[in-house]
Protein backbone atom coordinates (compact mmCIF):
# COMPACT_ATOMS: atom_id res chain seq x y z
CA UNK A 1 0.00 0.00 0.00
CA UNK A 2 1.10 3.17 -1.19
CA UNK A 3 1.67 6.03 1.46
CA UNK A 4 -0.53 9.02 0.91
CA UNK A 5 0.81 12.76 1.48
CA UNK A 6 -1.61 15.34 2.43
CA UNK A 7 -1.26 18.80 2.49
CA UNK A 8 -2.71 20.44 5.71
CA UNK A 9 -3.34 24.28 5.58
CA UNK A 10 -1.09 26.03 8.37
CA UNK A 11 -2.83 27.76 11.05
CA UNK A 12 -6.58 28.07 11.26
CA UNK A 13 -7.64 25.14 9.38
CA UNK A 14 -4.88 23.23 10.55
CA UNK A 15 -6.45 23.04 14.06
CA UNK A 16 -9.34 22.05 12.73
CA UNK A 17 -7.96 19.42 10.73
CA UNK A 18 -6.68 17.94 13.41
CA UNK A 19 -9.48 18.19 15.12
CA UNK A 20 -11.39 16.26 12.33
CA UNK A 21 -9.04 13.56 12.08
CA UNK A 22 -9.23 12.49 15.62
CA UNK A 23 -12.90 12.45 15.43
CA UNK A 24 -12.78 9.92 12.51
CA UNK A 25 -10.33 8.00 14.58
CA UNK A 26 -6.69 9.09 12.80
CA UNK A 27 -3.95 9.25 15.76
CA UNK A 28 -2.37 12.77 15.00
CA UNK A 29 0.25 12.40 18.24
CA UNK A 30 3.14 13.72 16.15
CA UNK A 31 1.61 17.08 14.97
CA UNK A 32 0.56 17.90 18.68
CA UNK A 33 4.52 17.81 19.65
CA UNK A 34 6.04 21.01 19.46
CA UNK A 35 8.44 21.03 16.69
CA UNK A 36 9.31 22.25 13.82
CA UNK A 37 9.03 19.54 11.68
CA UNK A 38 7.37 20.04 8.07
CA UNK A 39 6.51 16.26 7.61
CA UNK A 40 4.96 13.99 10.05
CA UNK A 41 4.36 10.06 9.64
CA UNK A 42 1.02 9.18 11.54
CA UNK A 43 1.56 6.09 13.31
CA UNK A 44 -1.43 4.33 12.81
CA UNK A 45 -2.46 5.06 9.22
CA UNK A 46 -0.34 5.10 5.84
CA UNK A 47 -1.03 8.81 5.78
CA UNK A 48 2.22 11.66 6.04
CA UNK A 49 1.07 15.21 7.06
CA UNK A 50 2.63 18.08 5.47
CA UNK A 51 2.15 21.30 6.89
CA UNK A 52 1.90 24.17 4.17
CA UNK A 53 1.07 27.85 3.51
CA UNK A 54 -3.00 27.71 1.91
CA UNK A 55 -1.74 28.55 -2.26
CA UNK A 56 1.46 25.94 -1.74
CA UNK A 57 -1.53 22.87 -1.28
CA UNK A 58 -3.12 23.48 -4.20
CA UNK A 59 0.27 23.81 -6.00
CA UNK A 60 1.32 20.51 -4.32
CA UNK A 61 -2.06 18.89 -5.27
CA UNK A 62 -2.05 20.12 -8.97
CA UNK A 63 1.47 18.67 -9.48
CA UNK A 64 0.81 15.21 -7.74
CA UNK A 65 3.37 14.97 -5.19
CA UNK A 66 0.56 15.62 -2.65
CA UNK A 67 -2.30 13.40 -3.14
CA UNK A 68 -4.93 15.25 -0.78
CA UNK A 69 -5.11 18.99 0.37
CA UNK A 70 -7.08 20.50 2.64
CA UNK A 71 -7.38 24.38 1.90
CA UNK A 72 -10.20 27.16 2.18
CA UNK A 73 -12.79 27.65 -0.77
CA UNK A 74 -11.35 31.21 -0.94
CA UNK A 75 -7.73 29.94 -2.16
CA UNK A 76 -9.29 27.49 -4.77
CA UNK A 77 -11.82 30.20 -5.84
CA UNK A 78 -8.44 32.30 -6.52
CA UNK A 79 -5.81 30.18 -7.30
CA UNK A 80 -7.57 26.67 -7.82
CA UNK A 81 -7.06 25.31 -11.47
CA UNK A 82 -7.42 21.35 -11.95
CA UNK A 83 -8.17 18.55 -8.85
CA UNK A 84 -11.02 16.54 -7.46
CA UNK A 85 -12.79 19.15 -4.45
CA UNK A 86 -14.11 15.87 -2.97
CA UNK A 87 -15.97 17.18 0.50
CA UNK A 88 -17.45 20.11 1.96
CA UNK A 89 -15.84 19.84 5.57
CA UNK A 90 -17.37 22.54 7.16
CA UNK A 91 -15.14 24.36 9.32
CA UNK A 92 -13.69 27.52 8.45
CA UNK A 93 -16.66 28.89 7.55
CA UNK A 94 -17.35 32.33 6.09
CA UNK A 95 -18.04 33.97 3.17
CA UNK A 96 -16.96 36.83 0.49
CA UNK A 97 -18.40 40.08 -0.08
CA UNK A 98 -18.62 43.48 -1.35
CA UNK A 99 -18.18 46.08 0.88
CA UNK A 100 -18.31 49.84 0.42
CA UNK A 101 -18.16 52.82 2.92
CA UNK A 102 -21.81 52.94 5.06
CA UNK A 103 -24.28 55.02 2.91
CA UNK A 104 -22.16 55.23 -0.48
CA UNK A 105 -23.97 54.38 -3.68
CA UNK A 106 -21.18 51.92 -5.28
CA UNK A 107 -23.38 51.86 -8.92
CA UNK A 108 -24.44 55.66 -9.17
CA UNK A 109 -20.99 56.49 -10.30
CA UNK A 110 -20.42 57.30 -13.94
CA UNK A 111 -17.04 55.86 -14.10
CA UNK A 112 -15.26 52.73 -13.37
CA UNK A 113 -15.39 51.88 -9.78
CA UNK A 114 -11.91 50.68 -8.00
CA UNK A 115 -11.89 47.60 -6.40
CA UNK A 116 -9.54 46.98 -3.79
CA UNK A 117 -8.46 43.25 -2.96
CA UNK A 118 -6.16 40.43 -1.72
CA UNK A 119 -8.09 37.95 -4.35
CA UNK A 120 -8.27 39.77 -7.75
CA UNK A 121 -8.99 36.66 -9.52
CA UNK A 122 -12.43 36.41 -7.05
CA UNK A 123 -13.28 40.25 -7.44
CA UNK A 124 -12.95 39.76 -11.76
CA UNK A 125 -15.23 36.90 -11.87
CA UNK A 126 -17.90 38.66 -9.60
CA UNK A 127 -17.64 41.98 -11.50
CA UNK A 128 -17.42 39.80 -15.02
CA UNK A 129 -20.69 37.65 -14.41
CA UNK A 130 -22.11 40.92 -12.70
CA UNK A 131 -21.38 42.82 -16.39
CA UNK A 132 -19.80 45.42 -14.82
CA UNK A 133 -16.00 47.17 -15.75
CA UNK A 134 -14.04 47.76 -12.64
CA UNK A 135 -10.65 48.62 -11.91
CA UNK A 136 -8.98 46.02 -9.71
CA UNK A 137 -5.78 46.99 -7.47
CA UNK A 138 -4.19 44.29 -5.46
CA UNK A 139 -3.46 44.42 -1.82
CA UNK A 140 -2.05 42.18 0.24
CA UNK A 141 -3.56 43.01 4.07
CA UNK A 142 -6.33 44.89 6.02
CA UNK A 143 -7.85 45.71 2.48
CA UNK A 144 -10.65 47.69 4.75
CA UNK A 145 -8.36 50.79 4.79
CA UNK A 146 -8.39 51.46 0.94
CA UNK A 147 -12.06 53.00 0.87
CA UNK A 148 -11.20 54.84 4.10
CA UNK A 149 -8.45 56.12 2.11
CA UNK A 150 -10.06 56.96 -0.66
CA UNK A 151 -8.17 54.76 -2.87
CA UNK A 152 -10.94 52.25 -3.49
CA UNK A 153 -14.36 52.47 -3.66
CA UNK A 154 -15.01 49.20 -2.79
CA UNK A 155 -13.12 46.18 -1.42
CA UNK A 156 -13.53 42.30 -2.14
CA UNK A 157 -12.78 40.40 0.69
CA UNK A 158 -13.61 37.35 2.93
CA UNK A 159 -15.37 38.07 6.49
CA UNK A 160 -16.34 35.87 9.12
CA UNK A 161 -19.03 37.84 11.59
CA UNK A 162 -18.38 41.25 10.01
CA UNK A 163 -17.12 42.86 12.82
CA UNK A 164 -13.90 44.30 10.74
CA UNK A 165 -16.21 45.79 8.22
CA UNK A 166 -18.31 47.67 10.83
CA UNK A 167 -15.74 49.15 12.98
CA UNK A 168 -13.94 50.60 9.83
CA UNK A 169 -17.43 51.95 8.53
CA UNK A 170 -17.41 49.47 6.54
CA UNK A 171 -21.17 47.90 5.02
CA UNK A 172 -21.30 45.01 2.99
CA UNK A 173 -23.28 45.40 0.04
CA UNK A 174 -23.48 41.92 -2.19
CA UNK A 175 -22.57 38.41 -1.02
CA UNK A 176 -20.48 36.68 -3.83
CA UNK A 177 -19.87 33.48 -2.07
CA UNK A 178 -19.72 31.15 1.02
CA UNK A 179 -16.32 29.86 1.99
CA UNK A 180 -15.14 27.28 4.16
CA UNK A 181 -12.64 23.97 4.24
CA UNK A 182 -12.56 21.64 1.34
CA UNK A 183 -10.83 18.47 1.17
CA UNK A 184 -9.00 18.32 -2.56
CA UNK A 185 -7.62 14.98 -4.53
CA UNK A 186 -5.14 14.91 -7.21
CA UNK A 187 -7.18 13.67 -10.03
CA UNK A 188 -4.36 11.13 -11.54
CA UNK A 189 -3.81 9.76 -7.80
CA UNK A 190 -7.62 9.36 -6.72
CA UNK A 191 -7.82 6.91 -9.81
CA UNK A 192 -4.88 5.01 -8.62
CA UNK A 193 -4.75 4.94 -5.10
CA UNK A 194 -8.62 4.56 -5.25
CA UNK A 195 -9.43 2.42 -2.96
CA UNK A 196 -7.09 3.99 -0.20
CA UNK A 197 -8.70 7.57 -0.90
CA UNK A 198 -12.34 6.57 -0.77
CA UNK A 199 -11.98 5.07 2.81
CA UNK A 200 -10.52 8.20 3.92
CA UNK A 201 -13.01 10.44 2.13
CA UNK A 202 -15.04 7.98 3.87
CA UNK A 203 -14.04 8.10 7.12
CA UNK A 204 -14.05 12.10 7.27
CA UNK A 205 -17.57 11.99 5.38
CA UNK A 206 -19.00 9.93 8.76
CA UNK A 207 -17.98 12.11 11.25
CA UNK A 208 -18.88 15.77 9.21
CA UNK B 1 17.59 46.65 -21.02
CA UNK B 2 17.44 43.36 -19.12
CA UNK B 3 19.54 40.64 -20.20
CA UNK B 4 16.87 37.99 -21.53
CA UNK B 5 19.24 36.92 -24.20
CA UNK B 6 20.71 33.93 -21.58
CA UNK B 7 17.46 32.97 -20.63
CA UNK B 8 14.32 30.66 -22.28
CA UNK B 9 10.79 32.10 -22.15
CA UNK B 10 8.90 30.39 -18.46
CA UNK B 11 7.52 27.39 -19.22
CA UNK B 12 9.83 26.13 -22.12
CA UNK B 13 12.83 23.90 -21.33
CA UNK B 14 16.09 22.83 -23.17
CA UNK B 15 16.93 19.17 -23.38
CA UNK B 16 20.46 17.66 -23.32
CA UNK B 17 21.89 13.93 -23.63
CA UNK B 18 19.64 11.33 -21.54
CA UNK B 19 16.66 12.84 -21.78
CA UNK B 20 16.75 13.48 -25.75
CA UNK B 21 18.14 9.83 -25.68
CA UNK B 22 14.93 8.95 -23.91
CA UNK B 23 12.50 10.88 -25.72
CA UNK B 24 13.87 9.51 -29.50
CA UNK B 25 13.45 6.06 -28.40
CA UNK B 26 10.04 6.66 -27.21
CA UNK B 27 9.45 8.56 -30.40
CA UNK B 28 11.17 5.97 -32.16
CA UNK B 29 8.61 3.13 -30.65
CA UNK B 30 5.69 4.84 -31.15
CA UNK B 31 5.97 5.31 -34.63
CA UNK B 32 7.56 1.89 -35.61
CA UNK B 33 4.48 0.87 -33.42
CA UNK B 34 2.25 3.18 -35.79
CA UNK B 35 3.42 2.70 -39.00
CA UNK B 36 3.17 -1.21 -38.34
CA UNK B 37 -0.77 -0.93 -37.55
CA UNK B 38 -1.30 0.78 -40.79
CA UNK B 39 -1.39 4.71 -39.53
CA UNK B 40 0.18 7.17 -41.84
CA UNK B 41 1.45 10.64 -40.54
CA UNK B 42 0.10 13.54 -41.23
CA UNK B 43 1.65 16.93 -41.00
CA UNK B 44 0.17 20.10 -40.52
CA UNK B 45 1.75 23.85 -40.22
CA UNK B 46 2.28 25.03 -36.43
CA UNK B 47 0.51 28.37 -37.08
CA UNK B 48 -3.12 27.95 -38.18
CA UNK B 49 -5.55 30.80 -38.43
CA UNK B 50 -7.25 31.68 -34.96
CA UNK B 51 -11.06 31.07 -36.71
CA UNK B 52 -9.81 27.18 -37.20
CA UNK B 53 -9.89 27.09 -32.91
CA UNK B 54 -12.81 28.96 -32.78
CA UNK B 55 -15.06 27.73 -35.35
CA UNK B 56 -15.17 24.19 -33.24
CA UNK B 57 -17.12 25.73 -30.02
CA UNK B 58 -13.34 24.49 -28.75
CA UNK B 59 -13.44 24.54 -25.08
CA UNK B 60 -10.01 26.01 -24.96
CA UNK B 61 -9.95 29.04 -23.31
CA UNK B 62 -8.51 32.11 -25.71
CA UNK B 63 -5.71 33.48 -23.11
CA UNK B 64 -4.15 29.62 -23.66
CA UNK B 65 -3.12 30.24 -27.45
CA UNK B 66 -0.62 31.80 -28.49
CA UNK B 67 -1.20 34.93 -30.90
CA UNK B 68 0.94 36.32 -34.16
CA UNK B 69 -0.07 38.85 -36.52
CA UNK B 70 0.96 37.92 -39.92
CA UNK B 71 2.23 40.59 -42.51
CA UNK B 72 -1.56 41.70 -43.34
CA UNK B 73 -3.00 42.04 -39.64
CA UNK B 74 -5.06 38.27 -39.31
CA UNK B 75 -4.62 36.65 -36.30
CA UNK B 76 -2.54 33.44 -36.42
CA UNK B 77 -1.95 30.75 -33.31
CA UNK B 78 0.62 28.23 -32.23
CA UNK B 79 -1.76 25.36 -32.87
CA UNK B 80 -3.47 24.75 -29.21
CA UNK B 81 -4.14 21.34 -30.89
CA UNK B 82 -3.94 18.89 -33.69
CA UNK B 83 -7.13 17.27 -33.75
CA UNK B 84 -8.81 20.41 -35.37
CA UNK B 85 -6.00 20.63 -37.69
CA UNK B 86 -6.29 17.26 -38.95
CA UNK B 87 -10.46 17.79 -39.16
CA UNK B 88 -10.04 20.43 -41.13
CA UNK B 89 -7.21 18.45 -43.70
CA UNK B 90 -10.28 16.01 -43.61
CA UNK B 91 -12.97 17.95 -44.43
CA UNK B 92 -11.47 20.09 -46.83
CA UNK B 93 -9.21 17.51 -48.53
CA UNK B 94 -9.93 14.20 -48.38
CA UNK B 95 -13.56 14.26 -47.90
CA UNK B 96 -14.07 10.73 -48.59
CA UNK B 97 -16.83 8.38 -46.48
CA UNK B 98 -15.51 4.91 -48.38
CA UNK B 99 -12.78 4.46 -46.21
CA UNK B 100 -11.23 4.47 -42.96
CA UNK B 101 -8.57 6.93 -42.75
CA UNK B 102 -5.78 6.21 -40.32
CA UNK B 103 -3.03 8.93 -39.12
CA UNK B 104 -0.40 9.31 -36.71
CA UNK B 105 1.29 12.93 -35.34
CA UNK B 106 4.02 13.58 -33.23
CA UNK B 107 4.16 17.12 -33.12
CA UNK B 108 4.19 19.76 -30.70
CA UNK B 109 1.56 21.88 -29.41
CA UNK B 110 1.50 25.31 -27.47
CA UNK B 111 -0.75 26.71 -24.70
CA UNK B 112 0.12 29.76 -22.84
CA UNK B 113 -0.26 28.37 -19.06
CA UNK B 114 0.04 30.06 -15.90
CA UNK B 115 3.19 31.98 -15.06
CA UNK B 116 5.20 30.05 -11.87
CA UNK B 117 3.09 27.50 -12.01
CA UNK B 118 5.48 24.97 -13.37
CA UNK B 119 3.52 24.32 -16.32
CA UNK B 120 5.05 23.51 -19.70
CA UNK B 121 3.91 25.68 -22.80
CA UNK B 122 5.24 23.88 -25.52
CA UNK B 123 4.19 19.87 -25.50
CA UNK B 124 5.26 16.82 -27.43
CA UNK B 125 1.96 14.88 -28.55
CA UNK B 126 2.04 12.14 -30.02
CA UNK B 127 -1.42 10.45 -31.10
CA UNK B 128 -3.82 9.08 -33.66
CA UNK B 129 -7.16 9.81 -35.52
CA UNK B 130 -8.96 7.07 -36.82
CA UNK B 131 -11.77 8.87 -39.02
CA UNK B 132 -14.61 7.85 -41.52
CA UNK B 133 -16.10 4.73 -39.21
CA UNK B 134 -18.47 5.00 -36.36
CA UNK B 135 -17.67 1.19 -35.35
CA UNK B 136 -17.98 -0.25 -32.66
CA UNK B 137 -14.73 -1.64 -33.66
CA UNK B 138 -13.07 1.66 -34.06
CA UNK B 139 -13.60 2.39 -30.64
CA UNK B 140 -12.04 -1.09 -30.13
CA UNK B 141 -9.50 -0.46 -32.11
CA UNK B 142 -8.17 2.72 -30.55
CA UNK B 143 -8.53 1.59 -26.85
CA UNK B 144 -5.72 -1.46 -27.73
CA UNK B 145 -3.72 0.82 -29.62
CA UNK B 146 -3.54 3.79 -26.57
CA UNK B 147 -2.67 0.44 -24.44
CA UNK B 148 -0.07 -0.45 -26.31
CA UNK B 149 1.25 3.07 -26.81
CA UNK B 150 1.35 3.64 -23.13
CA UNK B 151 3.58 0.17 -23.27
CA UNK B 152 5.90 1.63 -25.81
CA UNK B 153 6.49 4.61 -24.11
CA UNK B 154 7.86 2.44 -21.48
CA UNK B 155 5.52 3.28 -18.69
CA UNK B 156 4.58 0.89 -16.24
CA UNK B 157 1.44 0.59 -14.01
CA UNK B 158 -0.92 2.38 -16.24
CA UNK B 159 -4.27 1.81 -16.81
CA UNK B 160 -6.90 3.49 -19.28
CA UNK B 161 -9.91 4.88 -17.58
CA UNK B 162 -13.24 4.81 -20.00
CA UNK B 163 -16.20 6.67 -20.07
CA UNK B 164 -19.11 7.52 -21.91
CA UNK B 165 -20.53 10.80 -22.57
CA UNK B 166 -23.38 9.65 -23.87
CA UNK B 167 -24.87 8.79 -20.12
CA UNK B 168 -24.13 12.16 -18.98
CA UNK B 169 -25.81 13.92 -21.46
CA UNK B 170 -28.77 11.61 -21.53
CA UNK B 171 -29.41 11.73 -17.42
CA UNK B 172 -28.92 15.79 -18.02
CA UNK B 173 -31.05 16.55 -20.80
CA UNK B 174 -33.92 15.22 -18.67
CA UNK B 175 -33.44 17.38 -16.24
CA UNK B 176 -34.84 20.26 -19.10
CA UNK B 177 -32.60 22.92 -16.79
CA UNK B 178 -31.09 26.14 -18.18
CA UNK B 179 -27.75 25.94 -20.24
CA UNK B 180 -25.74 27.97 -17.20
CA UNK B 181 -27.38 25.10 -14.26
CA UNK B 182 -26.07 22.46 -17.20
CA UNK B 183 -22.62 23.96 -17.48
CA UNK B 184 -22.70 24.24 -13.43
CA UNK B 185 -24.03 20.53 -12.82
CA UNK B 186 -21.12 19.23 -15.66
CA UNK B 187 -18.21 21.29 -13.62
CA UNK B 188 -19.34 19.56 -10.42
CA UNK B 189 -19.65 16.25 -11.68
CA UNK B 190 -15.96 16.82 -13.29
CA UNK B 191 -14.67 17.99 -10.42
CA UNK B 192 -16.44 14.98 -8.30
CA UNK B 193 -17.64 18.07 -5.84
CA UNK B 194 -20.41 16.23 -4.28
CA UNK B 195 -21.77 18.57 -2.04
CA UNK B 196 -22.03 21.41 -4.49
CA UNK B 197 -23.33 18.92 -6.89
CA UNK B 198 -26.11 18.38 -4.34
CA UNK B 199 -26.79 21.85 -4.12
CA UNK B 200 -27.25 22.40 -7.47
CA UNK B 201 -29.44 19.48 -8.16
CA UNK B 202 -31.41 20.18 -5.39
CA UNK B 203 -34.43 22.07 -7.43
CA UNK B 204 -34.76 18.43 -9.35
CA UNK B 205 -34.46 16.12 -6.44
CA UNK B 206 -37.49 14.64 -6.78
CA UNK B 207 -36.25 13.56 -10.22
CA UNK B 208 -35.00 10.12 -10.81
CA UNK B 209 -32.37 11.32 -13.48
CA UNK B 210 -30.76 13.79 -10.56
CA UNK B 211 -30.35 10.84 -7.94
CA UNK B 212 -28.15 9.20 -10.91
CA UNK B 213 -26.73 12.58 -11.56
CA UNK B 214 -25.16 12.89 -7.80
CA UNK B 215 -23.74 9.38 -8.32
CA UNK B 216 -22.05 9.59 -11.02
CA UNK B 217 -19.41 11.14 -9.12
CA UNK B 218 -18.47 8.31 -6.93
CA UNK B 219 -18.93 5.91 -10.27
CA UNK B 220 -15.43 5.35 -11.16
CA UNK B 221 -13.13 2.08 -10.43
CA UNK B 222 -12.94 -1.40 -12.34
CA UNK B 223 -15.27 -3.34 -14.32
CA UNK B 224 -17.87 -3.71 -10.83
CA UNK B 225 -18.41 0.04 -11.91
CA UNK B 226 -20.85 -1.02 -14.75
CA UNK B 227 -22.98 -3.50 -12.67
CA UNK B 228 -23.35 -0.43 -10.21
CA UNK B 229 -23.92 1.71 -13.15
CA UNK B 230 -26.99 -0.81 -14.14
CA UNK B 231 -28.85 0.80 -11.45
CA UNK B 232 -28.43 4.43 -12.50
CA UNK B 233 -29.59 3.74 -16.20
CA UNK B 234 -33.52 3.38 -16.25
CA UNK B 235 -34.13 4.86 -19.99
CA UNK B 236 -33.32 3.47 -22.74
CA UNK B 237 -29.94 6.13 -24.12
CA UNK B 238 -28.40 5.46 -20.85
CA UNK B 239 -28.80 1.73 -20.67
CA UNK B 240 -27.21 1.75 -24.42
CA UNK B 241 -24.11 3.69 -23.23
CA UNK B 242 -23.30 1.12 -20.49
CA UNK B 243 -24.08 -2.31 -22.57
CA UNK B 244 -21.80 -0.47 -24.81
CA UNK B 245 -19.15 -0.01 -22.60
CA UNK B 246 -19.79 -3.43 -21.32
CA UNK B 247 -19.23 -4.73 -25.07
CA UNK B 248 -16.20 -2.92 -24.69
CA UNK B 249 -15.10 -4.35 -21.72
CA UNK B 250 -15.67 -7.98 -22.66
CA UNK B 251 -13.95 -7.81 -25.88
CA UNK B 252 -10.56 -6.38 -24.15
CA UNK B 253 -10.58 -8.49 -21.90
CA UNK B 254 -10.98 -11.23 -24.22
CA UNK B 255 -7.84 -10.06 -25.88
CA UNK B 256 -6.20 -10.28 -22.30
CA UNK B 257 -5.87 -6.28 -21.58
CA UNK B 258 -8.94 -6.01 -19.36
CA UNK B 259 -5.59 -5.26 -16.38
CA UNK B 260 -5.21 -1.82 -18.14
CA UNK B 261 -8.80 -1.01 -18.05
CA UNK B 262 -11.05 0.56 -15.84
CA UNK B 263 -14.21 2.81 -15.68
CA UNK B 264 -14.73 6.18 -14.73
CA UNK B 265 -18.79 7.35 -15.38
CA UNK B 266 -18.43 10.65 -14.11
CA UNK B 267 -15.76 11.47 -16.97
CA UNK B 268 -17.41 14.75 -18.47
CA UNK B 269 -14.20 17.16 -19.51
CA UNK B 270 -15.16 18.56 -22.74
CA UNK B 271 -18.51 16.70 -23.05
CA UNK B 272 -19.55 19.27 -25.93
CA UNK B 273 -16.78 17.99 -27.85
CA UNK B 274 -16.99 14.29 -27.44
CA UNK B 275 -19.81 12.50 -28.44
CA UNK B 276 -19.13 8.99 -27.35
CA UNK B 277 -16.68 7.13 -25.56
CA UNK B 278 -13.89 9.16 -23.58
CA UNK B 279 -11.06 8.09 -21.86
CA UNK B 280 -7.74 9.06 -20.13
CA UNK B 281 -4.63 7.35 -19.39
CA UNK B 282 -3.08 7.22 -15.92
CA UNK B 283 0.27 6.06 -14.42
CA UNK B 284 1.43 5.98 -11.29
CA UNK B 285 3.87 8.84 -9.85
CA UNK B 286 2.76 11.21 -12.29
CA UNK B 287 0.06 13.68 -11.36
CA UNK B 288 -1.90 14.07 -14.85
CA UNK B 289 -3.46 12.27 -17.23
CA UNK B 290 -0.80 11.13 -20.10
CA UNK B 291 -3.26 10.25 -22.36
CA UNK B 292 -6.57 11.77 -23.56
CA UNK B 293 -8.90 10.70 -26.21
CA UNK B 294 -12.21 9.37 -27.28
CA UNK B 295 -14.75 10.27 -30.15
CA UNK B 296 -15.73 13.33 -31.47
CA UNK B 297 -18.31 12.83 -34.15
CA UNK B 298 -18.90 16.16 -34.59
CA UNK B 299 -15.86 18.33 -35.57
CA UNK B 300 -15.32 17.28 -39.01
CA UNK B 301 -18.56 19.29 -39.70
CA UNK B 302 -17.53 22.28 -38.21
CA UNK B 303 -15.25 22.62 -41.34
CA UNK B 304 -18.23 21.42 -43.48
CA UNK B 305 -18.30 17.43 -44.22
CA UNK B 306 -19.19 15.64 -41.49
CA UNK B 307 -17.94 12.24 -40.53
CA UNK B 308 -17.25 10.40 -37.36
CA UNK B 309 -13.99 9.89 -36.03
CA UNK B 310 -11.71 8.97 -32.83
CA UNK B 311 -8.48 9.26 -31.28
CA UNK B 312 -6.07 10.04 -28.48
CA UNK B 313 -3.10 12.01 -28.01
CA UNK B 314 -0.48 11.51 -25.38
CA UNK B 315 1.47 14.05 -23.28
CA UNK B 316 5.02 13.17 -24.07
CA UNK B 317 6.14 15.68 -22.00
CA UNK B 318 4.81 14.28 -18.57
CA UNK B 319 6.20 10.70 -19.72
CA UNK B 320 9.49 11.81 -20.12
CA UNK B 321 9.63 14.14 -16.82
CA UNK B 322 9.10 10.64 -14.88
CA UNK B 323 11.16 8.67 -16.60
CA UNK B 324 14.79 8.39 -15.13
CA UNK B 325 16.81 9.24 -18.05
CA UNK B 326 19.93 7.12 -18.90
CA UNK B 327 23.58 7.84 -18.22
CA UNK B 328 25.46 9.29 -21.70
CA UNK B 329 26.07 6.59 -23.64
CA UNK B 330 29.91 5.52 -24.00
CA UNK B 331 31.10 4.70 -27.35
CA UNK B 332 32.75 0.90 -27.67
CA UNK B 333 35.17 1.85 -29.59
CA UNK B 334 38.15 5.29 -30.31
CA UNK B 335 39.80 5.39 -33.50
CA UNK B 336 43.36 6.79 -32.99
CA UNK B 337 44.52 7.88 -37.14
CA UNK B 338 47.70 9.27 -37.98
CA UNK B 339 48.76 10.67 -41.15
CA UNK B 340 47.50 9.41 -44.44
CA UNK B 341 44.94 6.62 -42.36
CA UNK B 342 41.55 8.89 -42.17
CA UNK B 343 40.24 6.72 -45.04
CA UNK B 344 41.10 3.75 -43.03
CA UNK B 345 39.15 5.01 -40.13
CA UNK B 346 36.73 6.15 -41.73
CA UNK B 347 35.84 2.59 -42.92
CA UNK B 348 36.21 1.11 -39.36
CA UNK B 349 33.64 3.80 -38.25
CA UNK B 350 30.85 2.88 -40.63
CA UNK B 351 31.29 -0.66 -40.51
CA UNK B 352 27.99 -0.92 -37.57
CA UNK B 353 29.33 -4.30 -36.68
CA UNK B 354 32.25 -2.03 -34.43
CA UNK B 355 29.40 -0.96 -32.13
CA UNK B 356 29.39 2.89 -31.43
CA UNK B 357 32.53 4.27 -32.49
CA UNK B 358 34.04 8.04 -31.94
CA UNK B 359 37.11 9.59 -33.74
CA UNK B 360 39.42 10.60 -31.56
CA UNK B 361 40.42 14.38 -31.94
CA UNK B 362 44.47 14.20 -30.34
CA UNK B 363 47.25 14.43 -31.50
CA UNK B 364 49.35 11.51 -29.54
CA UNK B 365 48.45 7.98 -28.85
CA UNK B 366 48.57 9.39 -25.19
CA UNK B 367 46.42 11.40 -25.49
CA UNK B 368 43.66 9.16 -27.12
CA UNK B 369 44.04 6.77 -24.35
CA UNK B 370 43.80 9.47 -22.03
CA UNK B 371 40.48 10.26 -23.77
CA UNK B 372 39.29 6.53 -23.91
CA UNK B 373 39.48 6.02 -19.70
CA UNK B 374 37.85 9.49 -19.42
CA UNK B 375 34.94 8.43 -21.79
CA UNK B 376 35.05 5.07 -20.21
CA UNK B 377 35.32 3.43 -24.10
CA UNK B 378 36.29 -0.67 -23.90
CA UNK B 379 38.65 -0.62 -26.86
CA UNK B 380 41.43 1.87 -28.47
CA UNK B 381 42.02 1.43 -32.28
CA UNK B 382 45.24 2.95 -33.66
CA UNK B 383 46.03 3.59 -36.92
CA UNK B 384 49.73 4.34 -37.70
CA UNK B 385 51.40 5.96 -40.74
CA UNK B 386 53.26 3.08 -40.84
CA UNK B 387 50.35 0.94 -42.03
CA UNK B 388 50.09 -0.98 -38.96
CA UNK B 389 46.64 -1.60 -37.44
CA UNK B 390 47.53 -1.69 -32.99
CA UNK B 391 43.89 -2.54 -30.90
CA UNK B 392 44.38 -1.55 -26.81
CA UNK B 393 41.70 -3.18 -24.67
CA UNK B 394 40.58 -2.10 -21.43
CA UNK B 395 41.11 -4.24 -18.43
CA UNK B 396 38.62 -4.70 -15.71
CA UNK B 397 40.33 -1.46 -14.11
CA UNK B 398 39.49 0.50 -17.23
CA UNK B 399 43.44 0.73 -18.43
CA UNK B 400 44.43 0.08 -21.92
CA UNK B 401 47.03 -2.82 -22.23
Same mark, same amino acid.
Given at each position: MNRLKIALTKGRLEKSAIELFEKAGIDCSPLREDTRRLI???PTEPLDILLVKAQDVITYVE?????????????ILEHGNSFFEILDLGFGACRFVLATKKGEDLYGKYRDIRIATKYPKVAKNYFEKMGMNVDIIKIEGSVEIAPLLGLADAVVDIVETGTTLKENGLQAVDDISRVSARLIVNIASMKINRTQIMEFVDKLDSVL | MKPYAIHIPNGTRDALYGECRTRRNIENALVDMFEQRGFSEIITPTLEYYDTFVRTGNTLPEEEMYKVIDRDGRILVMRPDLTT??? *?? +???????????? *?? +????NIFRSGHSLKGQETEITQAGVELIGSNSFKSDLEVISLAVSALKACDIEDFHIEIGHSGLFRSLLSQLECCDETAEEIRRYTEQKNFAALCDSLEPYSDMAAAQSLTKLTRMFGGEEILGEARSLAYDRESNECIDYLDLLYSELKSAGLANYIRFDLGLVNRINYYTGIVFLGYSEGIGEPVLTGGRYDGLTAAFGFETPATGFAININSIINHISTPQTEVPATIIHYETGRFGDALQILEDTDNGKCELSYCSSIEGTLDLAKRRNAKRVIVLSSSGQRKEFVANSDGVFL
Amino acid at each position: MNRLKIALTKGRLEKSAIELFEKAGIDCSPLREDTRRLIHTLPTEPLDILLVKAQDVITYVEHGVCDLGIVGKDTILEHGNSFFEILDLGFGACRFVLATKKGEDLYGKYRDIRIATKYPKVAKNYFEKMGMNVDIIKIEGSVEIAPLLGLADAVVDIVETGTTLKENGLQAVDDISRVSARLIVNIASMKINRTQIMEFVDKLDSVL | MKPYAIHIPNGTRDALYGECRTRRNIENALVDMFEQRGFSEIITPTLEYYDTFVRTGNTLPEEEMYKVIDRDGRILVMRPDLTTPIA *RV +YATKIRDVSELH *RF +YYIRNIFRSGHSLKGQETEITQAGVELIGSNSFKSDLEVISLAVSALKACDIEDFHIEIGHSGLFRSLLSQLECCDETAEEIRRYTEQKNFAALCDSLEPYSDMAAAQSLTKLTRMFGGEEILGEARSLAYDRESNECIDYLDLLYSELKSAGLANYIRFDLGLVNRINYYTGIVFLGYSEGIGEPVLTGGRYDGLTAAFGFETPATGFAININSIINHISTPQTEVPATIIHYETGRFGDALQILEDTDNGKCELSYCSSIEGTLDLAKRRNAKRVIVLSSSGQRKEFVANSDGVFL
